[in-house]
């Protein structure tokens, strides 16, 4: 497929990938929501989407399996499984023929507010009686959101953001836990129904590489931030995600 590109098509997604790995490494979150605009500005978007397919796999298999604590985030945050669960499957089943460039408005304009009402005076946080239930919600409105855009992870940014005190460690390993109920199935589709071809599926796997390598080195950035540090970045993140919605929108 990338025979058909120039040397410099092909730098730019392996820049592109490695800044979606370091963000991960980072952060936890926005390989999709970063390397997919970055690289639909020199493929066709759904060869973008369909290249991350392996990597964002591998990538939050690998996280949750360094996490710390790994049973009790599997204890705390089951219902966001299940509810992602639950949306995905809705939301590829039933809600396909929704009006995807509404949704994508809507949501990347909530998220968008979220993000600068979290980073205000002003912050909105879930009490801990109340997490397991939120989780349902937000596993369940990420679910149906990503089956029909791909998009798993603003919901899930901002339920994790609204819990008070949630170390950034514990963040890192929740969220990968949760993109993985996400993605496994997500990747499995699109195999199925012919978008990640066995040319792009090469590709999706070469791309493993780059993304695996700049995570390692997000990793060591993330030891060296601090608390605080760490949620604006995320807040950053969730512009990012919000405004890659709008751009997905009036793609």
Known sequence: MFAEFDFWIIVWCFF??????FIKGALGVGTPLLTVPMMAMVVP?????????????????WQFSQAERSISVVKRFWPALVGILVGTWIGVKILSTIDEHTLLILVGIAVITFALLQGSSYH??????????????FGLSSGLI???SSFFGPMLMVYLLSIRDLPKNQFVSTISFLYVSAVIPWAISLYLFGILDQTILIYSIAATLPVGLALLVGQKFRARISEEKFKILIIGILLVSGASMLWRAFL
Do not use: H, R, W
């Open 45 to 61: 978007p759904q060869t973008a989407i369909a290249i991350m397919a392996i990597p964002v796999v591998v990538a939050n298999l």
């Open 124 to 137: 909105f946080f879930i009490p801990e009686t109340k997490v397991k239930p939120a989780g349902a919600i």
């Open 146 to 148: 990503g089956g029909i």
């Open 16 to 21: 592109a990938l490695c800044c979606g790995g």
